[in-house]
């Protein structure tokens, strides 16, 4: 059939789980009566544009991360990034060592103009304000994890965090950006990392949400509280592709770990802001 032409049998049958009765045994092979193949398949576009709307929100948040301790490490060496004892206690470790060697495997393959420039001009040798360019959201959270505790406070302080919460919030938020980078299922999907939170009073417009933190809404709600600390960004996006969920009765948008009215609970998630 059309369907099966364009999407993987497999892929769809993830977004056709929920719609499968529920029982005291766990999921039955029956659908729940009414169950349409054109409401799964609904639920699987809507998916495609959650990703394709989390992957663009994430990356203005991942550049500001790299410029905020780029400039912070900076500030400690121009190459802090290269000197373990520039670091926190963590670098002493052969996780800094294999760290270094990932960064030192892409610059050698890089071709940007500015690391042709200071190899020309210096040898190759880049200030860390310019090799936190050439780090992918993972390395670039082993590195801040590497950096010492008056970095990582600086860092967390413009996000509205302490240096842990923004710690398990970046490795959260890089697991959900590989999700999306390789395809991977948001709806109905429960994430492997719980983030910390502030505590309760700090930020009232995150006090605000009613989710399981580790459900897709909950890591939704820290990337539009993230787009709102850094003033970065489309927050508008992710509210307006949430407002788009397929209306099927047997599968609400709670699947996601959001509630009914979430649009109403937080200005996060005020598509008019």
Excluded at 45 to 50: I, K, Q, S, V
Excluded at 94 to 118: C, I, K, P, T
Excluded at 131 to 143: K, M
């Amino acid at each position: 059939m059309a369907v099966l032409r364009r999407v993987n049998y497999y892929r769809l049958s993830g977004y056709w789980y929920p719609f499968r009765k529920l029982t005291a045994d766990g999921r039955q092979d029956d659908f729940y009566p009414g169950t349409r193949l054109s409401d799964v398949v609904a639920l699987y576009d809507f998916d495609a544009r959650l990703r394709a709307a989390t992957f663009a929100a994430l990356s203005p948040i991942e550049l500001a991360i790299r410029a905020l301790l780029g400039h912070e490490l900076g500030r400690v060496d121009p190459c802090a990034h290269l000197d373990r004892s520039k670091l926190g206690p963590t670098a002493r470790s052969e996780r800094y060592d294999r760290w270094l060697a990932g960064y030192e495997f892409e610059l050698q393959q890089s071709r940007e103009d500015f690391v042709a420039h200071h190899h020309e001009k210096y040898g190759g040798r880049l200030p860390v304000w310019a090799a936190v360019e050439l780090l992918d959201w993972g390395s670039l959270t082993y590195l801040y994890g590497f950096a010492t505790r008056g970095v990582q406070d600086r860092v967390a302080d413009v996000c509205g965090l302490s240096a842990p919460q923004l710690t398990s919030w970046l490795k959260a938020l890089n697991l959900l950006r590989n999700t999306c980078a390789h395809h991977g299922r948001l709806f109905n999907r429960v994430h492997t990392i719980t983030p910390k939170l502030p505590k309760l009073g700090r930020h009232p417009n995150l006090d605000a949400v009613a989710t399981e933190w580790h459900r897709t809404f909950g890591l939704l709600t820290l990337v539009q509280f993230l787009l709102n600390q850094l003033e970065v960004g489309r927050k508008a996006l992710l509210p307006a592709v949430l407002k788009s969920f397929p209306s099927v009765q047997a599968v609400p948008i709670a699947h996601m770990g959001a509630p009914s009215d979430w649009h109403y609970k937080s200005p996060l998630w005020d598509a008019s802001a």
